[in-house]
Structure formats: C-alpha cells, structure tokens
C-alpha cells in the first residue's frame, strides 16, 4: 500500500486550504476548496482496465473508481476517495497521484449547487486576432498543447501532470497574458455528488482497498 490517510495527516502542516477561483466574461468566479470525495485521473496510454484498477488500489485513501468520462483528447476517471478526509489530504493525495508513472493527469472536483464541477484536461482559449503564434509560444513554455481551433479565434489547450498546472490553472495563467482575450477551463459538470459508504458496507465491491 501507498500512502493512507494517516500519513496525508501526518504530512499536513497547518493552514487554510487553498480556494481556487477562475476568471468568467472577467469576472472572478470562486470554486472554495476542492470536493473531498472524488478527483478525476487519466490513466498512461496502454493500460489495460485490470491494470488501471491495479494502479489505484495501492493507494488506501482510494475506495475505488466510480466511472469515466471522455473529452476531446482523454478518458478521465472518477476517483472515490475514502470518507474522512479534509481538503488539503485531498490536496496532497492528488500530488501523490501525480507522481505515479501510470498515471497522466489528476484535478480535482468542487461542489456546485447541487452537483459537482470537475477541472477536465483542457482550456478553451480565445486569442486577439493574429495572435495565434503567441498562444502557440504561451503553451509551449507552459508545457501544454495547441489541440485544435474550435471556432474563429477560439483553440483548445491540452495539459497533463507534466504541465505547469491543471486547466483551471493554465487558463488563470493565461488571461494576464498579451494577446489572449479569454481563458477558461474546460468544466466537466455532474448532477450526482458521490455518497462514500462505510468501510463495512463496501469491502466486498471488486477493485477497492480491502
């Protein structure tokens, strides 16, 4: 086993969890601090599903994987987290997700009204006209990627955990920058918020920590 709720406690130094925010028609938006019992992960190409439950289960602060969702360039899957845990646990399970080789990008969930708002893998940018090369050049040093145009202007960005920062980031990242009219991560929206049940009443579910 991984690292287990008591050492993410242990390693917890004090101190406010972070509150994330993002920019909306230039409007600072607040997301508060992540969702504390799902984060979403893409997995390293060429893994098979056995292999991909296999890379979660060592973690014991992981309860199992609760489905996936595609977007453009990725399968993300939803990560249940064991129940318990506070957001900077959570803050720092994802940093130890990030490390694993099997594993290619992680970002959290936050609460949204009565559902869940998820950070995807991508920004979606719009440029200053003929500013294309600069967005191109902004990526690059971030460690991101130009996906594809979407519509006049307007491009997807791709990250992964190599880059500077998850979608939410990049796009935060991005507005203060010439050349870019708007920036936004690529929001994956949920109705359900995942209930996390006792350890008694899902230790005999396959692909969880036993």
Known sequence: MKAGPKLLRS???????????????????????????????AFSNGLSADEEARVVEQYNFVAGVNGHISTNSALLHNIELVDGLNCQQVELAM?????????????????SGDGLLGIS???????????????????????????????????????????????????????????IAHAEPDFLVSLEVPVVKPVSERKNRPGLIR
């Open 11 to 41: 390693e917890i130094g004090g101190g406010a969890c972070t509150n994330y925010t993002y920019f909306y028609n230039n409007e600072q938006k607040s997301l508060g601090n992540v969702f504390t019992k799902q984060v979403l992960v």
């Open 95 to 111: 940093e130890a997700l990030a490390k694993d080789p099997n594993i290619a990008y992680v970002a959290p969930y936050f609460l």
């Open 121 to 179: 893998n991508e920004a979606i940018v719009t440029v200053v006209e003929g500013q294309a090369t600069a967005l191109e050049a902004l990526a690059t040093a971030y460690k991101a990627e130009v996906m594809m145009p979407l519509s006049g202007q307007t491009y997807l960005l791709r990250v992964d955990k190599n880059s500077d920062g998850n979608a939410l980031q990049l796009a935060n990242y991005l507005k203060s920058q010439a050349g």
